[in-house]
């Protein structure tokens, strides 16, 4: 398992594209072949998963699932609601435009290492869910 740490500041080409900071890109084994996931977040960001994390941990949790109503409709969101995308020779992916538009179409993002998959942010939006949670840090329970 990958540790995705840290965030950077991106700019987006003209044609959507995000050069994958080299740190994260480092993480990912060459065997995956340049297959990442992205997907929809549910706090206004993207998610981008290697491949092979996308396997083990989304669609390995959607498959556990009880069978039922709940459970189709979960698959059938991510299944809509994501694309495998290539990380090209110079180390850049594709953003699909429709992608963009759900965080606003920004010229620059920030790239967050979560762990075990990327988030990829507008700025303004990533400065207000880095207060949020600075601030549920501090006031919370959790401590390592």
Sequence with gaps: MQNFLGDFDCALDSKGRLMVPAKFRHLVPEAGGGLWVITLGKD???????????????VKKLHSLPPGPEKRKYIRF??????????????RIAIPSNFLEAIDSPGKVVVVGVLNYIEIWAPEEFEKASIEGDEAYLEGEFEI
């Design 78 to 91: 991510y299944s809509r609601k994501s694309r495998t995308i290539n990380l090209d020779k110079s180390g």
């Design 44 to 58: 206004k960001c993207l998610n981008l998963y290697p491949l092979s994390e996308w396997d083990e941990e989304v």
